[in-house]
Structure formats: C-alpha cells, structure tokens
C-alpha cells in the first residue's frame, strides 16, 4: 500500500503530451554500451539516458535482422503480419504504423537517417532518409522524395539533420515525434574522423568464447558464415577500400589514410597465422566498430544537449536502442540472426524526466512488439486492434517490477527467424525464452536446442537430449505452439 501511494507522488502526468526523440542505431551489441556493463569501451551519453531514465536488461527482438525488426517497431506487429520477414520484402506503408497515428492524433513526425524497409516513409511530415544502406561517409538521401548529396561523416550529417529540424524545422505549438536512425555500427563499420585513433595502441579484451568450437550442441551453429576466423572481408578489416566506399573529402580521405597506412603496413610485416591472426582480426574489427560507436555516443550527447538548450528536455522522452543486437567476437562471430543471447538481447533505454524514476533498471520481458502500443499510450493516439505488443507504460511508471509483476506480465517471448540460408547462411528457427530457459527449433535440421540461462548464460551446453531436462522440454514445447496460436503465426514455414 506504502509503495502504491508513493508512486502515486512520484508519477503525476505531465500537462501536456510529451515529445519522443527515437534514437535507434543499426546492430549495435548491449556489450559495447557502459550502462549494459560494457568490458570494451564507454558510451558517456548513451549512459546518460540510463542514469536519468530505466534501462531494460531483457528487451529482445522477433526476429534479429534489420528490415524485420524496423517494421515490427513501427507497427506492433510480428513479421508475419508485417510482412517483411526478410530484409528482401518490400514494406507497406499503407499499414497502420505508429508514426501515421500519431500524426493523425495531432503529433508533427520527422525522420532523418536510415529507413531500410524499400518503400518510401509514410506517415512524416518530413523526412530525409539514406539510400539503401547507406554510405558512412558523404551519404546519398531522399528528402521528401527528392535526393540530396551531403559532404561528412553519416553520423554527424544525421545528427546535424535532426538538430536543424528540432532548431528551427518544427512548428513549436504542437508535441513531436523525432526518428533518428544512424546507420552507423553497421558493416563494414568504418570510424569517423573524430575517433580514427581511439584506442591505438591498447588491445581489447577478448570475449571468453572468441575460440567456441560450437561442440555440445546441434550442428546449427556449424552451419553458419560469419566467424571473424574466415568470414571477414578484406574491406571489413580496412585492408582494400573500394573507391565506392570512400566517398570523402580531400581532408577526410588524408585523415583516414594517416589512420591505416602504418597499421596496415605494421600488419603486412607481422606475417601473423592461426590464431594469432584470429585475435589480429578480432582487433581491427572491435576497434572499429567501437569506433563508430563512439560517434552515435557523441550524436546522443548533443541531442540531449540540444533538448536542454532549447528548454523542452523536461518534456521529451528519449529513447536509445538499436535494430537487433549483435556478436563482438562472443562464439567467434560477427553479425546477428540467431535466437542466442547476444543478437537477440538489444539495448533499449529510456528518459523520461518526472515519470520514469531515474536509474531504475527492469528485468521483465520485453519485446520490439512493444515499442508502437507504448507510444501511441503515451501519446493517447488509438492503438490498432491488431498489435501483438504490449504497452510498456506500466514498467515505465513504477518504482520496481514487483509492481508490474502485481498487475501481470508475460513470461515467455516468441522469436523466429526466416531468412533460412541467406548471407551468413543461418537456418531459420523459431522459438522460446521465459525467464530462466530458451528453447530453440530448426526445422530443416530437425534439430532441437534448449539452454538453461542461469547455469549456462553463454548457451555453450543444449540439455536439448538430457534425460533429466525432459519435462522442461516439453514444458516449453508445448509453450511455443501456445504462443504460435497467440500471435496468429503460423505452423509451417
Ligand atoms: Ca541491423
């Protein structure tokens, strides 16, 4: 009761509705942000919006690839009824997303940097979004429909785009909703200018299971094309850089080589072989992921600066995540995919000043699904019949999730990947997580895994086949065909 009427005082709703900044980078791993723990780098103003606001340690994804999981955020929806369960479908934007809603309920939308879902963005007042990927450096975009060439670092460009839009492109008498998608940490990562010599001279540690040889379980994760052993480009570890890449200023292009030719060449002269050149390659491509990393954390960092400048930090809510997670080195690889931990685990945190009590920190489950009925609540827009999600309001205005849990909350998620066999060549798999175990299906290897994430967090050992693991084996067999009949997904593939 005590804590009830406490929370009662702590959370009084805002007078008017709040705006929501929507900062979302591209494959970036919960293990390179500090507030997640982070043992390789520190991300100062990601860390920011943890201190002020909550940060999810169990928020995954439905399927961990790029254009799925944009379009199940902005619609609620799993990939089946969004319709792109690969990153080759085309999206409809004639579908009910949540920034069409909220402009409909009286929100100005704006979305700068990457959109990756093949059809235009519908639902924005205005928009300037990359070109396919995208370039990391003097990116191609679309600016309600009409292509501009920019000069600089696509991380900076983006942020430049949405502070000129907040600055003077927004009509001040209406709430907003600001979409900052940076394309940046994804392939082939390539640092900015600002970063092209943190952490020279320094070695990163190593992921315990940089070396996995993937035994104790199914042949799944033989199967796959993604190891930093054998599956890095020669242009991902910055060795040949074709000129399409390179698309730079005279001063740009002289910073990046002053950056590369002595590593390169210190490289070439090493002559490294076996795993010395795994840990060589491991290396070069963490630095320069987190490289990249350190950009978007400065492109945070002057939003939230800006917010404050412009006196409306109080009432904007700020959310930083990414599409999916991601592998840094952890069972050899690169890349994302899978159901395991660290590519179905994304970062998600949140501000929210006067609601969400600062430093809180939430071990329910929650799912990108969430993301549009929980912004549509805040925004008291109509939230469609169809969504899947579930808002996360009430995690964001309690003090601790024995709270929520008083209310009710999911146990279990569902997950599932289709793009069986495309680049990287992992097979398509659904499955389970509660909060303890993780079931996984394969259905073209007829092959099961099933981890126990409190004994086994790095999911080295499947009790898929032991005896003694049976009953909860079924337990989350018959779980995940209870959760397909939920969500409408259906049996075959
Ligand atoms: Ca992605």
Redesign the pocket.
């Known amino acids: 009761m005590l804590a009830l009427i406490l929370a009662s005082i702590l959370i009084s709703p805002p007078e008017e509705p709040p705006n929501i900044v929507f900062i979302m980078s591209?494959?970036h791993a919960w293990q390179a942000i500090s507030a997640y723990g982070s043992d390789r780098n520190v991300t100062p103003n990601i860390d920011r919006i943890a201190q002020g606001g909550i940060t999810f340690d169990r928020y995954y994804v439905e399927n961990s690839i790029?254009a799925p999981s944009r379009a199940a955020i902005l619609t609620g929806v799993f990939s089946q009824h969004h319709g792109v369960p690969t990153n080759r479908e085309v999206f409809d934007g004639t579908q009910e997303t949540f920034p069409a809603l909220a402009q409909a309920s009286g929100y100005q939308t704006a979305l700068v940097g990457k959109w990756h879902l093949k059809s235009e963005p519908v639902g924005f007042d205005h928009y300037e979004r990359l070109v396919g990927q995208g370039n990391y450096y003097g990116p191609r975009m679309i600016r309600n429909g009409s292509e501009v060439l920019h000069e600089g670092y696509t991380t900076d460009v983006i942020t430049d785009l949405a502070l000129e839009w907040l600055q003077t492109g927004r009509d001040e008498s209406r709430p907003f909703v600001l979409m900052v998608q940076h394309k940046a940490p994804?392939r082939e990562w390539m640092p900015g200018p600002d970063h092209l010599h943190d952490m020279e001279g320094i070695d990163l540690p190593e992921p315990a299971t940089l070396f996995d040889d993937h035994s104790g379980r199914g042949r799944a994760s033989t199967m796959q094309e993604m190891t930093i052993k054998d599956h890095l480009r020669p242009m991902d570890l910055k060795l040949t850089m074709p000129e399409w890449m390179m698309r730079m200023t005279p001063e740009e292009r002289a910073a990046w080589d002053k950056a590369y030719e002595p590593r390169n060449e210190a490289f070439r002269a090493l002559e490294l072989t076996g795993d010395d050149l795994i840990r060589w390659k491991y290396q070069r491509y963490a630095k320069d992921y987190l490289r990249c990393i350190a950009s978007v954390d400065d492109s945070v960092g002057r939003i939230l600066d800006s917010l404050e400048s412009l006196g409306i930090d109080e009432n904007t809510i700020v959310i930083y995540t990414s599409?999916?997670g991601w592998y840094l080195g952890e069972h050899g690889w690169y890349d994302?995919r899978w159901m395991y931990e660290e590519s179905f685990r994304t970062p998600f945190l949140l501000r929210w000043p006067g609601v969400v009590a600062p430093g809180r920190r939430t071990e329910l489950l929650s799912q990108n699904i969430d993301l549009a009925p929980t912004f549509l609540e805040i925004m008291g827009a109509e939230i469609p019949a169809r969504t899947q999600g579930r808002s996360l309001l009430p995690i964001l205005e309690s003090v601790d999730d024995a709270q929520v849990e008083d209310i009710g909350w999911r146990d279990a998620l569902y997950y599932r990947y289709y793009e069986s066999l495309g680049p990287h060549k992992v097979p398509k798999h659904e499955g389970v997580r509660t909060r303890r175990y993780k079931l996984m299906v394969f259905p073209e290897l007829d092959e099961v895994e099933l981890y126990d994430l409190k004994l086994d967090p790095d999911e080295l050992h499947s009790l898929a086949d032991d005896p003694g693991s049976a009953v909860v084996r079924a337990r989350l067999e018959d779980l995940l065909v209870e959760l397909r009949a939920k969500y409408d997904v259906s049996e075959d593939w």
């Open positions: 591209d494959d790029c994804h599409d999916q994302k």
